[in-house]
């Protein structure tokens, strides 16, 4: 056979190879992972936005010899069809290098191990001039003030990942990032920042503040629905489904509304959650089995897999796309449908109450066919006592500037308010106690039948301020 040796244009492939698309926090969580399958409990970020960005990152993690140390530093350093620990978060043998590269280009590594800190280095331009991969050992004494370093030599294992010439960012915008940072890592990693039984508490500090978790389901609050779970075996393996409905607004403050929201609001947070060894990987998505729309906005579904199933799931090298298999569609697709249901519940209720007989109301649902609108209720009493003191012309003035009101309800302006500020829509303010005082004082000077003040005791006014009626 003949052949012959065609090396990759090294420059070229690493210029490629820096744009697979992370993002800085998706970067960060990458080489995390690490420190946690490294069974670190304590990790520190420290990120200097200038005079030049730096970031570096220490774990107390259990370290590699120089030997492991330059094995880490190997591209595609571990076979993906591996089986891994159960607790290992990685798959490629590449994160470390992938993450890196997309946000810099100078990787150094310090690890301890047995005592002793080994350090190696890519160099990406060093790379691209000398058109070979070759792994530099740069000289510990040159990292004795780097950020950090102090902290590791006094640790008993660890390693320190550190970037220099972060050239992805203006320096002056880079507070943005480090605020996505922390928001991005309390939420994929919460539940080793919870800690529970299997595993002990992991301790994450930026620039020396705690990171506190952030679980997207909101389980604290009683308030939020949790389904039973639901185990689905795939081949061998098991997942494990449950489906949550976060509380509706009129259940938690208008803080905790805005934080369970998250930056990307709750229609875009609907759907999926796919937790990977307890790290949550992808997040607000429905795959395509489902619209996200804004009756099921409050619907969370959160999937626990293991790190055995990722060809189930096309995870990617960034951890950060997935898409289950046909198989688990069919069954993922009726969990959305049962939990759909539970997830309109809450709004079916509140159009329930505009029609509830018990109450006099004085908006309610008008049929038309196969429509319906919202009209004002002609049987209202006070709307009824108007008809005995107003002219005729009086009368139909009035009617034309009702239907006006029904006509012309801002339903779309109603629906956004109520969407993006529901804490800020103050309806019931337009009626003051005050007028309501006055109401009754009027009412009461022209005469009232016991039949007349029953009527008026079943209206919203008076539901709840009985008192006013019934004392006098
Ligand atoms: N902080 C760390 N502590 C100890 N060992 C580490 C650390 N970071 C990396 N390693 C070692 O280096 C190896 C390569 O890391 P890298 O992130 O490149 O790939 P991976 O984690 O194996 O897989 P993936 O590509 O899915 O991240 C790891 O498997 C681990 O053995
Ligand atoms: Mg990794």
Not at 119 to 127: A, K, N, V
Not at 451 to 464: H, R
Request: aromatic fraction near 10%; proline fraction near 4%; glycine fraction near 4%.
């Amino acid at each position: 056979m003949k052949t012959e040796l065609v090396n990759p244009n090294i420059k070229n492939f690493i210029k490629s190879f820096r744009d697979v698309g992370y993002t800085f926090e998706i970067a960060v969580a990458d080489i995390l992972d690490n420190s946690i399958s490294a069974n670190a409990t304590e990790i520190n970020i420290y990120i200097v936005p200038s005079p030049k960005l730096f970031f570096c990152m220490l774990d107390n993690g259990k370290g590699m010899s120089e030997k492991e140390l330059v094995e880490a530093m190997r591209l595609a350093t571990k076979n993906p069809e591996e089986e891994r620990e159960k607790k290992d978060l990685g798959r490629f043998g590449l994160g470390l290098k992938t993450a890196s590269f997309s946000q810099c280009k100078k990787l150094t590594v310090l690890s301890k191990k047995d005592g002793i800190v080994s350090i190696r280095q890519w160099d990406l331009d060093y790379i691209s001039s000398t058109n070979q991969w070759l792994l530099i050992t740069p000289n510990l004494s040159d990292f004795k003030d780097t950020p950090l370093v102090d902290e590791l030599n006094s640790l008993e294992s660890g390693t320190l990942v550190i970037w220099e010439e972060i050239d992805r960012y203006k320096e002056e915008s880079f507070s943005t990032n480090i605020e996505k940072l922390r928001k991005h890592l309390s939420l994929v990693f919460h539940r080793f920042l919870e800690g529970s039984d299997s595993f002990t508490k992991l301790k994450i500090s930026i620039n020396n503040s705690l990171l506190k978790p952030f679980d997207p389901f909101n389980t604290n609050n009683d308030a939020t629905f949790r389904k039973s779970s639901e185990k689905i075996k795939i081949y061998d393996s098991m997942i494990e489904v449950t489906p949550y409905i976060l509380p509706h607004h009129s259940k938690v403050s208008r803080q905790e509304w805005e934080e369970y929201s998250t930056s990307d609001g709750y229609i875009k947070s609907q759907g999926f959650y796919l937790y990977r060894t307890n790290r949550l990987l992808i997040h607000g998505t429905w795959w395509g089995l489902h619209k996200a729309i804004d009756a099921h906005k409050l619907v969370r579904i959160k999937i626990d897999i293991s790190n055995k199933q990722d060809s189930y799931w096309g995870i990617d090298i960034k951890k950060s796309t997935a898409n289950p298999m046909p198989e688990i569609k069919k069954d993922l697709k009726r969990i959305i449908l049962e939990v759909t249901k539970e997830g309109l519940k809450p709004f079916v209720k509140r159009d329930r109450k505009i029609n509830d007989k018990t109450t006099t109301r004085f908006w309610t649902t008008i049929p038309n066919n196969e429509e319906f609108r919202f009209g004002l209720n002609k049987e209202h009493p006070i709307y009824q006592k108007l008809l005995t003191s107003l002219s005729e012309d009086g009368i139909s003035l009035l009617n034309i500037y009702l239907k006006g009101l029904e006509a012309y309800l801002p339903l779309s302006a109603i629906q956004s308010q109520l969407q993006q500020n529901p804490h800020k829509v103050k309806q019931e303010q337009a009626l003051s106690d005050e007028d309501i005082e006055k109401l009754v004082v009027k009412l009461q000077s022209s005469g009232l039948s016991q039949e007349y003040i029953d009527s008026l005791l079943k209206t919203e006014i008076f539901k709840n301020k009985k008192g006013l009626l019934e004392d006098e």
